[in-house]
C-alpha cells in the first residue's frame, strides 16, 4: 500500500523529534521538548495500539525505594549514587503530579509498605536497625521527616496471622495508571505532539544532515521511512531490541486484580 500525498504530507514528513515509544517517559519527554520549544514538530511512534508497555500494566506504584531495595543497591553501589538515585525518583514523581494533577491520575497518598513473613526476621532486623538513618538522610534530601516507621497495628488489626512485621513509608502513594496514560496522552494532543500507533521501528541510519527511521506498520505489510532531526528512544524494558548493546532486560511481574471488597480496611500500596 502507497501513501497518500495529502497523508505524506500530513502525517509522515520531516520531524524534528521522533520519540520511540509512548509509555510514561515518551510522553513527558515529548511535552517537555515542546514545553522547551513550542515549533518543534515532534512524533511519537507506538507499535501497539495503546501504549502497551509497563506504563499502562502496572499496579500503580507511585514509590521511590523500599528498605530492603535501598539495603540491597547500597551493596554494591555508593551511598552518593543509591540516595541520589532516591531524590530524582522522588522528584520525579512531585513532577508527574504537577503535570497531570493528583484528581486526573487518581494519585492517593495512602503510604507504602514493606511486609515480612516469619521466615524473613532476618532482612526485617537489618532494616529495623537502619531506620534512623535512613530517615536522616532523606530528611537533609527530601525536607521530610520520620519516612520511614515500623507500623505492625495495621496487620494486628485486621488478623494477618503470616505477616510477622512491616515498614511503612509515609511520602509513597498510589494512582491509576490508564487514567495517568489517558491524561498524558490528552495533553500531547493538545499540545500538537503527533502520536503514530501500530507502527514497529526497525533500526534507524545516521546521515549528515538527518536521521532516518526505518518502521513497518504493524497492520499493512507495508515499510516506510521517517526523517527527523533527533531521536529519542523512551522503549525501557524493551530497548535492548533496537539497541542490542545495551545491557538491559524487560523484568516480569504479576499483578492479580479482585472485585471491590466490602469494608476493606487496608489502604495504602504493600
Not at 520549544?37 to 502496572?58: Q, W
Request: with cysteine; proline share 2%.
Amino acid at each position: 500500500m502507497q501513501h497518500s500525498f495529502w497523508e505524506k504530507d500530513s502525517f509522515l514528513h520531516r520531524a524534528d523529534l521522533i520519540i520511540i515509544g509512548s509509555g510514561i517517559v515518551g510522553l513527558n519527554a515529548a511535552l517537555s521538548a515542546k514545553k522547551h520549544d513550542k515549533s518543534l514538530r515532534i512524533v511519537v511512534l507506538e507499535r501497539g495500539f495503546l501504549p502497551t508497555g509497563a506504563s499502562t500494566r502496572n499496579a500503580g506504584f507511585a514509590c521511590f525505594g523500599s528498605m530492603t531495595e535501598l539495603l540491597d543497591d547500597l551493596e554494591t553501589q555508593s551511598e552518593d549514587t543509591v540516595f541520589g538515585l532516591v531524590e530524582r525518583r522522588f522528584a520525579g514523581l512531585q513532577r508527574l503530579r504537577e503535570r497531570v494533577g493528583d484528581a486526573a491520575m487518581q494519585y492517593e497518598a495512602y503510604g507504602g509498605y514493606e511486609i515480612f513473613c516469619e521466615s524473613e526476621q532476618a532482612i526485617f532486623e537489618k532494616c529495623a536497625v537502619k531506620i534512623g538513618d535512613f530517615n536522616n538522610k532523606l530528611q537533609t534530601i527530601l525536607k521530610i521527616k520520620n519516612i520511614y516507621s515500623i507500623d505492625n497495628e495495621i496487620f494486628i488489626k485486621n488478623n494477618f496471622a503470616t505477616v510477622k512485621n512491616c515498614i511503612a513509608n509515609k511520602a509513597e502513594g498510589q494512582i491509576h495508571t490508564g487514567k495517568m496514560m489517558h491524561a498524558l496522552l490528552a495533553q500531547c494532543y493538545a499540545a500538537g505532539i503527533q502520536i503514530l500507533n501500530g507502527i514497529t521501528v526497525e533500526n534507524w541510519t545516521e546521515h549528515a544532515d538527518e536521521i532516518a527511521v526505518h518502521t513497518t506498520q504493524n497492520f499493512t505489510p507495508s515499510k516506510f521511512t521517517l526523517s527527523t532531526q533527533q531521536l529519542l528512544v523512551c522503549t525501557n524494558g524493551f530497548t535492548k531490541r533496537l539497541l542490542p548493546h545495551l545491557d538491559v532486560q524487560p523484568a516480569r511481574n504479576q499483578v492479580l486484580i479482585t472485585k471491590p471488597i466490602d469494608n476493606l480496611r487496608l489502604r495504602g500500596c504493600f
